[in-house]
């Protein structure tokens, strides 16, 4: 009798700890981008300007970016859960605080804090992706991150249409009913079965918090090493993704009323920010790519051709031009912001994506404001978007020429 050599049984998927990583992605960018569709209102109530509006978005993508450092040190101190549940509530009640708060100082008081309860559960995200499916990590950072795409849509597409009659036309009670949600999904992570040890166990990271007696030891395991040349390296080609997408976002109106092409703007909007949408399902149905230097190289300079297409063409020419840099920039973003679960190991993945993270959305927020200025002085709409175009094209090299990124330890 001949017997043959038996498959290698792979692991089944955790479908409840994916469902759950991809609730938590949702809830990410909900109460930012619910912000705008209701800013006129919330601009009525404040009597804020155009500037004032525009910080209702921007300030909490700021604090995102300087509340990684020390969201890393939250996450040693009270692990992964503590850490998630505890970022999803600061967020949820900082959101709806932005309805009853009096001054306007307050206002943008509390929509930092908002971002830095992002900050602290983004961050967090990585590892726990390890920590709840250690045999499918890939697979679990690209269904989260899914997640977050759909939850912009439905933060900027939803509002308006859905969430504010359902709340009678009053903004604030728009705010609260999207606070209903996010609770739910952060009472199902307070209480869910997680998994115990595979992998890289979630108590390594909650023990951690009874093990260190003082602030020295997360210092020294939960910090990026800022002497470290690939903490640099993935955070500027994190910044040159994010940055091309956001300068899109935020000077396509200028653009297109400088070349009389304002009618466009709405169709364009809605179809650009639906790429996010379409490039995340192109990751989770290829979640090999993640961990991979040539997809990121790929669709990284697809994107700098599409972003240069949108700035120096015109017409159907421009319109599509933006719709392939948010389609492939997605791609590049939704790979590289997958890299810490999948390369690092234990507190080198809070390190290393507090780091990215610092570093991406900090210059993502730096240049386009610079180009904003030199646009001002000479007098050129398309400046605006240059030192991004610039930068998505400069740090392509970056990506490097082995097959895989290695491990980071």
Excluded at 64 to 93: D, E, K, N, Q, S
Excluded at 112 to 131: C, D, E, K, N, Y
Excluded at 219 to 224: F, S
Aim: aromatic share 8%; charged share 10%; net charge positive.
């Amino acid at each position: 009798m001949i017997k043959t050599a038996d498959k290698p049984v792979l692991p089944a998927k955790p479908i409840a700890m994916l469902a759950l990583l991809w609730l938590v992605g949702w809830t990410l960018r909900v109460p930012i981008l619910s912000a705008p569709p209701l800013a006129a209102d919330i601009a009525d109530a404040f009597g804020l300007g155009e500037a004032g509006i525009g910080a209702l978005t921007m300030l909490p993508v700021v604090a995102l970016a300087f509340g990684a450092i020390p969201a890393a040190l939250i996450i040693a101190r009270f692990g992964l859960r503590g850490a998630i549940v505890g970022g999803m509530l600061v967020m949820t009640a900082m959101s709806v605080a932005r309805g009853f708060v009096p001054t306007s100082a307050t206002l943008f008081l509390v929509s930092i804090l908002m971002g830095l309860g992002v900050a602290v559960f983004q961050t967090a995200l990585p590892a726990a992706t390890q920590a709840w499916v250690p045999s499918h990590v890939a697979l679990g950072s690209a269904v989260y991150l899914n997640g977050m795409m759909l939850g912009e849509l439905s933060g900027a597409g939803l509002t308006l249409p859905v969430v504010l009659p359902l709340a009678g036309g009053d903004w604030r009670v728009a705010l609260m009913l999207w606070a209903i949600p996010i609770l739910c999904i952060a009472v199902l992570v307070a209480v869910a079965r997680l998994p115990r040890a595979q992998g890289v166990s979630q108590e390594v990271f909650q023990s951690e918090s009874h093990r260190v007696p003082t602030d020295l030891a997360p210092k020294q395991t939960a910090l990026p090493r800022w002497n470290d040349l690939k903490v640099w390296q993935y955070g500027f080609l994190a910044a040159g993704s994010i940055v091309t997408f956001f300068v899109i976002n935020a000077y396509a109106g200028s653009l297109l009323r400088s070349r009389g092409e304002h009618e466009a703007l709405e169709g364009l909007l809605l179809a650009y920010n639906s790429m996010p949408l379409l490039g995340s399902f192109a990751v989770l149905a290829m979640p090999r790519w993640i961990g991979a230097c040539r997809p990121i190289a790929v669709s990284g300079l697809l994107s700098a051709i599409g972003l240069a297409g949108f700035v120096f063409l015109q017409g159907w020419a421009s319109w599509i031009s933006a719709l392939v840099a948010g389609f492939t920039v997605t791609i590049e973003m939704i790979l590289l912001l997958s890299l810490p679960a999948v390369i690092a190991r234990g507190q080198a993945v809070t390190r290393l994506n507090a780091g990215m993270t610092l570093i991406g959305f900090l210059i993502a927020f730096i240049l386009p404001l610079i180009g904003g200025l030199l646009a001002d002085w000479l007098l050129w709409t398309e400046m605006a978007l240059i030192p991004s175009l610039i930068f998505a094209f400069v740090v392509l090299p970056a990506v490097g020429r082995a097959r895989r990124y290695p491990v980071y330890e």
